[in-house]
């Protein structure tokens, strides 16, 4: 294995600490971020999940099941992230400003993690959850996918770390936020959906910031060690996809909807490798995303809204949005 | 202020995403032109009518969402007269934030937001884009 020359500032958590200095920044994206996720914070208490009751009780067996099956696999992965994954970067870091944003990553990630036994206590049954629970450490593809990240977490590469951990905010949680989303879209669990959609917004920051340092430390590196990074990268992710597939199908074969999940997993994985900058691998045809999924996940991204493709008949002119910025001169 | 006869001007920020998708449009050398970086450098002048590319980061509820160097430029008057369509940049996840910044700008100073894509855009958003442009500029001058 090759090792890193990347650049480090400091080489483990323990060694001499300097005092953080927000006025002075090495990278501005460091404070542009810090920022966003400050702004972004929330919490699962300010959103009334119990209005979901009613809709609870009109899931099937099944479907319930299925949901609470989800959502477990989905803490999973937000417990990783925020007690293993986050902190695994702070001594990778190119900056101080940097481990400070890891540590308010981390943080949100247990926030999320937190917010799935939100949902479950108010929906469900204490013996419901811990069944769901017990799914998910006995199901292989759930526990496999855990193992695969978990060993770069463990390993001594940063940078591999920063794709892995890149590639799970970006991608590894999209089989999970299919099920919400399509409850949203049938008017069912919209309170649930509401705490989901501010954990999507959360994980598409983290995406973009960890891909971020990911392309600014691969400046350090030769190109030999790049190439070998791109092909790593590559190499996880179709590693990650089959698994994934599987996955999907563990949870969504019983209810029909394991080809329409996939699509939304391509279209994620398209979007996990330009969080690291490189080209997107799924072609437009595996990439079409029902389009209620996606309009329940941006009610801006259809084709009513693509002036180029010919729907400009019925295009309006931007409609009258709220802006409160000083700086405007007009 | 700089000069720029570029019919395509866009802003990126040091995450370079919006960049790498006007370099894959494949414009004549020229025709492209970037906004500055830092707030306080100097902003351009347009000399032709352009199409402005801008990204969005995911503000809540939209404030704050165009970047200032994007105010900056658009706060001389003569580029905003100049300016004859928005493109957006951004990403779904962000619910109904998905590319404000472009929204927030065509209300603003009167133009449609002609097109959406998330990150660096797909070769499918470049082709759209490309022949879309083309199109657009021929109905512009037609006008």
């Known amino acids: ?330 | 202020m700089m000069k720029t006869s570029a019919r395509l001007i866009y802003f990126s920020s040091a995450s370079n995403n919006t960049h790498r998708f006007v370099e894959k449009l494949g414009q004549p050398a020229g025709t492209t032109a970037r906004l500055p970086l830092r707030t306080k450098d100097e902003t351009l002048q347009a000399t032709e009518p352009f199409v402005l590319v801008l990204p969005t980061y995911g503000a809540a509820g939209g404030r704050g969402s165009v970047p200032k160097q994007v105010i900056k430029f658009l706060n001389v008057e003569s580029n905003r007269n100049l300016l004859r369509g928005v493109i957006g940049a951004g990403n779904t996840n962000f619910h109904d934030s998905y590319c404000i910044a472009g929204d927030i700008v065509a209300a603003k100073c009167g133009v449609p937001h002609l097109y959406r894509f998330e990150l660096m855009g797909t070769d499918e958003d470049v082709s759209t884009v490309h022949e879309g442009l083309e199109e657009f500029w021929t109905q512009q001058s037609s006008r």
């Open chain 1, 1 to 330: 294995m090759t090792t890193s020359p990347e650049a480090t500032h400091s080489s483990s958590l323990l060694d001499h600490v300097e005092a953080i200095n927000w006025n002075r920044l090495e990278d501005e994206k460091d404070g542009e971020v810090w920022d966003r996720l400050t702004g972004n914070f929330w919490l699962p208490e300010k959103i009334p999940l119990s209005n979901d009751i009613q809709s609870w009780n009109t899931l099937t067996a099944e479907e319930k099941t299925l949901t609470m099956r989800v959502f477990t696999g989905l803490t999973l992965l937000d417990t990783i992230q925020g007690t293993v994954g986050a902190v695994a970067l702070i001594p990778h870091a190119l900056t101080q400003h940097e481990e400070a944003v890891y540590t308010n990553i981390a943080f949100m990630e247990s926030v999320h993690a937190k917010s799935y036994s939100s949902i479950f206590s108010t929906l469900c049954s204490t013996k419901e959850i811990d069944d769901a629970f017990r799914w998910s450490k006995e199901n292989a593809n759930l526990q496999r996918k855990a193992q695969i990240v978990m060993d770069y977490y463990h390993g001594a590469d940063g940078l591999k770390k920063r794709v892995a951990s890149t590639i799970l905010e970006s991608f590894l949680f999209y089989s999970g936020f299919y099920l919400p989303m399509h409850w949203s879209a049938h008017a069912k669990l919209t309170n649930t959906a509401d705490v989901i959609r501010l954990i999507i917004r959360d994980e598409a920051v983290h995406g973009y910031y960890i891909g971020y340092k990911y392309q600014r430390a691969l400046e350090n590196e030769t190109e030999e060690r790049r190439q070998e990074l791109k092909d790593y990268t590559y190499d996880l992710l179709m590693e990650l996809y089959e698994n994934e597939v599987q996955y999907t199908a563990d949870l969504y074969d019983g209810v029909g909807m394991t080809e329409d999940v996939k699509k939304f997993l391509h279209y994620n994985a398209n979007k996990a490798l330009m969080n690291l900058g490189y080209e997107p691998m799924f072609p437009k045809e595996v990439t079409d995303v029902n389009p209620a999924i996606l309009s329940a996940l941006s009610p801006n991204a259809d084709e009513n809204h693509d002036f180029f493709s010919g729907s400009g008949s019925s295009y309006v002119i931007g409609k009258a949005v709220e802006t409160e910025d000083e700086d405007w001169d007009f």
